[in-house]
Structures are given as structure tokens and as C-alpha cells.
């Protein structure tokens, strides 16, 4: 069975500071991989997704890394800002009917 | 704009009480899905659809039940036998593969 673990649970910065969020998971055989942003009360945004045959994907300052080999993701956020502060999914698809196995989630707080 | 939307934001349900949380997308997509967050988890799969007319368990599927007689719509019946109800749910859509699209919850409360 998949699982999906989120290091680290929770994370405070500066503002300004770049950061890294770790993903990892126990079965390679995945579809792609899916980083997810949710604010206190609401529904998730899909940050970036990331095919199982690509390496990276990037979005402004999001950039989103996957070794399958290894089991590991990870998001860099360049230059953080307050408005960055959110919990942050990991999601794998392992391709049968496009199910989603979620991480916990990192809740990142950036500080002005 | 196209979306999906869940209604009602907040729920409450005595005990022994069926209720039902409303999930209606206008993005073509094939796929719905159902989730269930409690604090400090990770979302966990209730029920999933890939056509209409046909849906199947998730993970914690027991207390829950679904219908797809629309590819627009995807409702969740939370039923007496769901003891531990408590909880945000959360409906999300998508076509094979492709980044999925959630609405924005449910809360649902016993009272």
C-alpha cells in the first residue's frame, strides 16, 4: 500500500528566505505526482503537477522536483512571502483509476 | 467560470441522521472523488467515479454512501452508520491523470 510522508510537519521563516518542502513516498510505480496548497477552511489548489517520465516543473517561484527512483519530491519556494502561509500537499497518483494518495502536509508560516 | 462546487460550507447532524453533501462540477470531468480530512491527516479516499452510473469504495467507504447519475454531479450520503462523522469533506474532480480540482468543503458536525 502507498504512503506518502511530509518532512517537516511544520515550518516557520522570515520573510524573504528560500525553503524546501520533502515528499516521499514508498511505491515508485506512480503516474505523477501532484503539490497542493490549502488555506485554514478551504478546498486545495493544485500547485504543480509533475509526470511520472518528467524530472521537475516550475511555476513563478514554485519549483517542484521528483526522483522516482529514490521515492522523493520535493517544493522549493523561492523568496517567501506572508502570503506563501498555507499547508502544503503531497499527492501521488499511482495510476489505477487515478486515485490520490495525500501526505499530511506542511504547514508553513512565513513571517514579515 | 468553471468549478466545482459543494454545498452546504457547514452541516449538523443529530445522531441516528442521514444527510447528504452536495457536489456539482461544470468542467467535463469523468472522475469525482470524495475525501475525508480530520486535523493533522492527510486526506483519505471515501468513494470515487470514473463514468456515470458507476462508482467505487475507497479506503474508508463504510457509513458512506454515492450516486452518479450525472456526470455533473456527485453526491455523499453520510449515514447513521458512520459512527465518527466529524469531519471536512472534500469533493474533487479530474480527467485521467490531469490535475485534479477541489471544492471548497464541507463541515460537517454531530450534535
Known amino acids: 500500500k502507498q504512503e506518502v510522508t511530509q518532512i517537516p510537519a511544520a515550518l516557520s521563516v522570515p520573510e524573504g528566505e528560500n525553503l524546501v518542502l520533502n515528499c516521499s513516498f514508498t511505491?515508485?510505480?506512480?503516474?505523477?505526482l501532484q503539490w497542493f496548497r490549502q488555506d485554514p477552511g478551504k478546498g486545495l489548489t493544485s500547485l504543480l503537477l509533475?509526470?511520472?517520465?518528467?524530472r521537475e516543473q516550475t511555476s513563478g517561484r514554485l519549483n517542484a522536483s521528483l526522483d522516482k527512483s529514490s521515492g522523493r519530491s520535493t517544493l522549493y519556494i523561492a523568496a517567501s512571502q506572508p502570503g506563501d502561509s498555507a499547508t502544503y500537499l503531497c499527492?501521488?497518483?499511482?495510476?489505477?483509476?487515478?486515485?490520490?494518495?495525500f501526505g499530511k502536509g506542511t504547514l508553513l508560516t512565513v513571517n514579515p | 467560470d468553471g468549478g466545482i462546487t459543494q454545498s452546504p460550507k457547514y452541516l449538523f447532524r443529530k445522531e441516528g441522521q442521514n444527510v447528504t453533501l452536495s457536489c456539482e462540477q461544470n468542467?467535463?470531468?469523468?472522475?469525482m472523488y470524495w475525501y475525508r480530512q480530520d486535523p493533522g491527516q492527510g486526506l483519505r479516499l471515501i468513494y470515487y467515479?470514473?463514468?456515470?452510473?458507476?462508482?467505487q469504495k475507497g479506503d474508508i467507504a463504510e457509513g458512506y454512501s454515492v450516486s452518479r447519475e450525472k456526470k455533473e454531479s456527485f453526491p455523499l450520503t453520510v449515514t447513521s452508520a458512520q459512527k465518527n462523522p466529524t469531519a471536512f469533506y472534500l469533493c474533487?474532480?479530474?480527467?485521467?491523470?490531469?490535475?485534479?480540482?477541489f471544492g471548497q468543503g464541507t463541515r460537517l458536525t454531530v450534535v
Open positions: 468542467l467535463n470531468h469523468d472522475a
Open positions: 509533475i509526470q511520472s517520465s518528467q
Open positions: 511505491d515508485s510505480a506512480i503516474y505523477n
Open positions: 467515479s470514473q463514468i456515470v452510473n458507476d462508482f
Open positions: 474533487a474532480s479530474s480527467i485521467g491523470g490531469s490535475a485534479a480540482f
Open positions: 499527492a501521488v497518483d499511482g495510476g489505477s483509476n487515478y486515485k490520490l494518495t
